[in-house]
């Protein structure tokens, strides 16, 4: 036991859970948390928005595997996370939001105070796991080892901690808890038994793998070679399997190919994917009496489809265990996965013919250590998800289930302080872009030789085609007019306008190159663009 005010409480116990890295802003009810962080091991990452950190924290999180942490002031800070924290709920990512909140003793009713919200806790409360008020300096640590056991053990999503803001200077003797070694849960041997008899008797079987999987990269490899199945992957998933491998089929399961190779297996092996309406954009595909279902959330386990074997477990552990039990087979899956692929790659060109040129160039850019970190536009989902192969797991960091924008440039941020290694480009719509454009300011002052790429249509061009085929009239949707080569030198970055896309990787490996983040404009010729 040590005496300790609240602040440096809580930074001991994130330090205790191995903690490197907290993306957030000051103000005047926090500051004894960043004294706390200012002599620290943490390197504390300044944004220009709360929404901003939320979202590098999140990307973070899912380049380095393990919880990224956003810390802001009270009330309206914390509010502009929401969406970040929305984001993170939807597509499963572990990022700890921790705020002050309402001094003890504060009148539930209000008095006016400095950043009061009617009721704060019950906001972050409706998008996250589960937002956790303290009532003592004490216990702090002891919410924090909750926060990351949560996070931890079964299925990953966010979690909030209040601490009322007089906590955060008040000392007590204070215990910090060490973190919780979180265990692997495994299916029962009759489960994993009947699973192994199906995939055996399978002629055809096929995977599908989502965000779940992406710890179990080289479990996924070996079942997928153990069996000879195709595999598919979902926009999360995107990566855990190397789209260069031959029994890659690709990513996007929303294609007619994706859907006819899921159709004609007759066992889908599905990991770690909720198979959700925001992958399968044009309707569920049937699959329940063919379904053998790995997930670690009994609820997901029998959402958007019932399996007819269900795996409740951990990825990695269950695809071993499984590996075990099913023989290895000679059926040689590569050329269904050579006819998948090719059917999909053709579904792919069509819907994202506009950007296929974009695409092509990337290609070469795209390493075994490139993450791309996309937005909501059409670039990203019609273009990158199926045309731009990525080679490692969370090579493809994108807003799935929320679908929000100004995700791609923090993202990245967070994905390139986790990785110094990595190479991380970012990809976004002319309208995504404006909405977290500051943290351009922020990856500047990191340094960061991060390429962002803004594909430019004049406008919110999805929206406009939406209104286009409604036979309405296109309205609301019109941007243009932003330089915004200047607006990146502005904030500190290098800014340059690729007048033909030949030039554009020539243009990217130059901004891998250099001391600080590169806005590269491209101009989209597509039926959007103004
Ligand atoms: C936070 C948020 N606000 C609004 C929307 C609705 N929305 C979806 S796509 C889109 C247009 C995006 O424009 P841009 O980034 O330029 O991409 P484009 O559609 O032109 O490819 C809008 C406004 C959203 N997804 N997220
Ligand atoms: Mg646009």
């Known amino acids: 036991m040590t005496i300790r005010n609240g602040g440096q409480a809580l930074v001991d116990a994130l330090v205790a859970h191995g903690v490197d890295t907290v993306f957030g802003i000051p103000g005047t009810h926090n500051l004894a948390a960043f004294a706390a962080l ?3 091991p943490i390197r504390t990452v300044l944004t220009r928005h709360e929404q901003g950190a939320g979202y590098a924290a ?29 984001q993170a709920w939807s597509d499963s990512v572990p990022v700890l939001f921790i705020s002050p909140g309402m001094p003890t003793g504060h009148p539930g009713r209000g008095n006016g105070l400095l950043h009061e919200v009617k009721n704060q806790q019950a906001a972050l409360e409706a998008v996250v796991a589960y937002s956790h008020r303290v009532t003592s300096v004490a216990e702090i640590p002891l919410a924090v080892t909750y926060a990351f056991s949560a996070m931890c053990t079964g299925r990953p999503r966010p979690v909030h901690i209040e601490i009322p803001l007089d906590l955060l200077d008040a000392e007590a003797d204070v215990h910090i808890v060490e973190p919780v070694a979180p265990v692997r849960p495994v299916p029962d041997t009759t489960t994993l038994g009947r699973a192994a008899e199906r995939l055996a008797a399978s002629a055809e079987p096929v995977l599908i ?32 399997f190397n789209e260069a491998h031959p029994l890659a089929v690709g990513s996007g399961v929303h294609h007619p190919a994706s859907r006819a190779l899921l159709e004609s297996a007759d066992v889908v092996l599905a990991v770690g994917t909720e198979l959700a309406p925001s992958d399968f954009w044009y309707g569920p595909v049937a699959l329940s009496d063919k379904l053998i279902r790995i997930d670690i959330d009994a609820a997901a386990l029998v959402t958007n489809a019932d399996p007819d074997v269900r795996l409740l477990g951990d ?39 506009p950007w296929l040129d974009i695409m092509a160039a990337l290609s070469p850019v795209v390493d075994e250590r490139t993450v791309v970190a996309a937005d909501s536009n059409m670039a990203s989902y019609y273009g990158a998800l199926s045309n731009l192969r990525v080679h490692r797991p969370a090579g493809f960091l994108y807003p799935t289930g929320v679908g929000t924008l100004g995700y791609g440039l923090p993202a990245a941020l967070g994905a390139a302080l986790a990785e110094p290694n990595s190479r991380v480009l970012a990809i976004l719509g002319d309208g995504g872009i404006m909405f977290t454009l500051p943290e351009l300011a922020a990856a500047a002052q990191q340094g960061l030789a991060i390429p962002v790429i803004v594909v430019d249509n004049g406008g919110y061009g ?11 009239p296109d309205q609301a949707v019109a941007l243009g007019g932003i330089e915004f080569p200047a607006l990146a030198r502005a904030l500190g970055c290098h800014g340059v306008t690729v007048s033909a896309v030949s030039e554009l990787a020539a243009e990217v490996e130059a901004a891998f190159a250099a001391d600080r983040p590169t806005l590269v404009h491209v101009r989209e010729h597509s039926r959007a663009s103004h």
Not at 462 to 472: A, C, L, S
């Open 462 to 472: 999805e929206i406009r085609n939406e209104m286009v085929d409604r036979g309405e």
């Open 58 to 86: 999140d990307g973070y999180a899912r380049v380095a595997g393990r919880p990224g942490v956003c810390l802001t002031t009270t009330g309206p800070a914390i509010l502009n996370a929401l969406a970040a924290a929305a």
């Open 315 to 353: 990825a990695t552990a269950t695809l071993r265990l499984l590996a075990e039990l099913v023989p290895a087979a000679d059926r040689d899956g590569d050329e269904r996965a050579a006819a998948a692929r090719e059917r999909l790659r053709a579904d792919a060109a069509a819907e994202g013919a």
């Open 38 to 40: 200012a002599t620290s």
């Open 209 to 240: 793998v989502g965000g779940g999987a992406k710890g179990a990269a080289a479990e996924v490899r070996a079942m997928a070679e153990h069996l000879g199945a195709p595999v598919l992957m979902t926009a999360n998933g995107k990566g855990v």
